[in-house]
């Protein structure tokens, strides 16, 4: 073999390796991006369950209102407060990850995920003291033992079942910055 025949080879193995590279890295990228796509999904379909399961609650709040006219107006004002603002933080939620599934770029949706964590966290913060607001207004009014056993089991029935739906948010959440860092490592080596 002569050296221009080495040489040849040489280089068409240097274009394979080359080819396999930017095919392999191609594979990768689409993987992250499907990896964050998964979680933005999930996410997603948990706020639309949230949604859900407050329209269901204003409904019954409301048709209780209507149906007892002795309902008083402290724990009246308390619930109706403490349901808007469920509906709101779970609009607010759902817009942010639309905002979030429109962004194509990298950094830009790194921000809005880190603002998504912010206000899921602010919104844990204010809804736990609303909470402890009607409850306690709802026992000063109706403080029977029953409704005493009864709110005590569905307060902690929401706080477990708010503990699991926190850790699966921000397990998503730390999915997608994971992804959206590899992906951002693959795009400045590219």
Known sequence: ?????????????????????????????????TRRENSLEK?????????????????????????????HIVPGITGAILILYGLLAQIFSLNKLSKIRRETNLEN?????????????????????LVALFFICFLCYYGTRSNILFMSLLLAACIIADYFTFHYTHDRVKEMMSANRELKQIEEEG
């Open 109 to 129: 949706q790194v921000r809005h995920i880190l603002q998504y964590k912010s206000r899921y966290n602010r919104m844990l913060l204010i809804g736990y003291p």
């Open 43 to 71: 996410m997603t379909r948990v706020e639309k369950m949230g949604l859900a399961m407050v329209l269901i609650v204003c409904i019954v709040f409301a048709s209780a209102w209507i149906a007892q006219p002795g309902f």
């Open 1 to 33: 073999m002569n050296l221009e025949e080495m040489q040849q080879a040489w280089k068409e193995l240097n274009e394979r390796v080359t080819r396999n590279e930017i095919l392999h890295r191609e594979e990768v990228k689409r993987i992250l991006n």
